[in-house]
């Protein structure tokens, strides 16, 4: 069973930075690729970014790339997201996803993931 904890998440002003973190456990982490995903009020869940098991392929939505990145470290088990100009539009919880894959491409489907954390907020005011 693989254990996703999100952290780092918090309030900041539009045009800031915050990073989030995700520890995993209970995997042999370098076979997994990584997600983000983020879910406002009243949305659906959607795709941020994605890095597989390697570190060598990464992917980003549209609508985040150039100001997010994504990064894993497998000897600490962890995945980053680093987030800079961040707008209002950006408020969601943020949630690590796993899929045990050894693919070039990760998962950028929701579905296509096995595992999730619970989740961390982050607001962005304007």
């Known amino acids: 069973q693989v254990q996703l904890v999100e952290s780092g998440g918090g309030l900041v002003q539009a045009g800031g930075s915050l990073r989030v973190s995700c520890a995993a456990s209970g995997c042999t982490f370098r076979r997994c690729a990584m997600g983000w995903f983020r879910q406002a009020p009243g949305k659906e869940r959607e795709f941020v970014a994605a890095?597989?098991?390697?570190?060598?392929?990464?992917y980003y939505a549209d609508s985040v790339k150039g100001r997010f990145s994504i990064s894993r470290d497998n000897a600490k088990t962890t995945v980053l997201l680093q987030m800079n100009s961040l707008k209002p539009e950006d408020t969601a919880v943020y949630y690590c996803?796993?899929?045990?894959?050894?693919?070039?491409?990760?998962?950028?489907?929701?579905?296509?993931?096995?595992?999730w954390g619970q989740g961390t907020q982050v607001t962005v005011s304007s």
């Open positions: 890095i597989n098991w390697s570190g060598g392929r990464r």
């Open positions: 996803a796993a899929k045990l894959s050894t693919e070039l491409d990760p998962p950028r489907e929701r579905d296509e993931y096995d595992y």
